[in-house]
């Protein structure tokens, strides 16, 4: 009887060990980029933080992915500021060191390249910079889970949200968060490439089919055209009080389940959020260039709702 239950512990313990993933493996090859022989992998840091968001997670990815080394570009060391990536930790690159990698074009800014699925067989250099977007969960999927330990926020970010959020959202309310994109996108160059915008109607739409499935929903708006999302959505939804991309995104991270519209700041707004997720089907704008032989299923997950104007 005693033996019996001992090995029941034993065996509870054994699985809680085995399941924690990555937690011996990582320290065994990522942490030492400089053993002759070995691959090493870097990622330009173009574009802003939703951007460098893809081009971290996609590279730790392909890293994990093929058992490679890594290190993390100086233009993307701020991340560790913003998410708390104690478990999460692979060695920033020197400055000065960035011309001794061999530049990997990918033409492709969205979508998936398979390619990365086995780099070994398609590059023959020791140093390799990927250059690109690399805008695709699938750079990523099989490390989701860990991708999520790295992009968890750190405790200021954390903190502050829920504080002052706590304050302003009901109790035992679903949060929905919205993200409307603007800005730039507005701009002539921005919209012929097809970095198309919602306009209100599919906002109100996917407010309503949220409230369908969710009929205690409470709506918080953040966009980078506050005047925009007042003037059009107040009357449904509150604002988002801080103005600050990172708390943005740290406030659609405590929200359950969202609606996003273009952009790769509102895919993680949805991808955080983890929870029901709609999206602007035009973005990007069907037959712009940026379509132009983009599978949407490398971008959109299967179970992220399309909703058009
Ligand atoms: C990963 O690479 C390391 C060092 O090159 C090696 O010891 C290890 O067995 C590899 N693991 C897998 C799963 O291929
Ligand atoms: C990468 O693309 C740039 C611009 O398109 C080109 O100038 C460069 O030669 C390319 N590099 C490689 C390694 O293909
Ligand atoms: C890779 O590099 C080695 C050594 O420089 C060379 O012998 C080999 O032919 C190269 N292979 C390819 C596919 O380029
Ligand atoms: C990061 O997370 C760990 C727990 O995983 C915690 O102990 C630590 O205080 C956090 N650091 C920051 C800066 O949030
Ligand atoms: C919140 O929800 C819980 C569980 O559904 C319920 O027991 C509680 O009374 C609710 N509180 C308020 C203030 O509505
Ligand atoms: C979100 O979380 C669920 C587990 O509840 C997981 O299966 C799913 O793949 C996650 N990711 C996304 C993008 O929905
Ligand atoms: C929104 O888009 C729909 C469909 O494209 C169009 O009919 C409608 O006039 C647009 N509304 C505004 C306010 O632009």
């Known amino acids: ?75 993307l060391s701020y991340l560790r500021r913003i998410f708390n990536m104690t478990e999460c930790q692979f060695p920033v690159m020197n400055k000065d060191e960035l011309g001794s990698y061999y530049n990997l074009n990918i033409s492709k800014s969205m979508g998936y390249d398979a390619r990365f699925k086995d780099i070994r067989k398609h590059i023959n250099h020791s140093k390799i910079l990927l250059k690109g977007f690399l805008q695709s969960y699938k750079y990523f999927h099989e490390h989701e889970h860990f991708i999520r330990r790295c992009y968890q926020f750190t405790r200021r970010y954390k903190d502050n949200t829920k504080k002052i959020m706590g304050t302003r959202i009901p109790k035992n309310r679903t949060i929905v968060g919205i993200h409307v994109r603007r800005g730039d996108f507005l701009n002539a160059k921005s919209r012929w490439r097809g970095l198309s915008v919602a306009n209100v109607s599919y906002y109100y739409k996917a407010m309503d089919l949220m409230q369908e499935k969710y009929p205690n929903a409470f709506f918080v708006v953040a966009s980078d055209d506050m005047k925009w999302a007042k003037e059009n959505l107040n009357s449904r939804a509150s604002m988002s009080p801080f103005q600050n991309t990172f708390y943005d995104l740290s406030l659609f991270a405590i929200c359950q389940h969202s609606i996003i519209s273009s952009g790769t700041f509102s895919w993680w707004a949805g991808w955080l959020a983890n929870g029901t997720t709609i999206y602007y089907e035009d973005y990007p704008r069907k037959g712009s260039s940026l379509s132009k032989g983009l599978d949407r299923s490398d971008y959109y997950y299967k179970d992220w709702i399309p909703l058009g104007d």
């Open 1 to 75: 009887m005693v033996l019996l239950l001992l090995f029941e512990v034993l065996t509870v313990l054994w699985i809680q060990q085995i399941s924690i993933p990555f937690a011996g493996k990582l320290k065994t090859y990522i942490r030492h980029p400089d053993i002759p022989g070995r691959i090493t992998l870097s990622v330009q840091s173009d574009g802003r933080f939703g951007n460098q968001m893809f081009e971290f997670a996609s590279l730790v990815g392909i890293g994990l992915y093929n058992n490679i080394s890594i290190v993390i570009p100086p233009g």
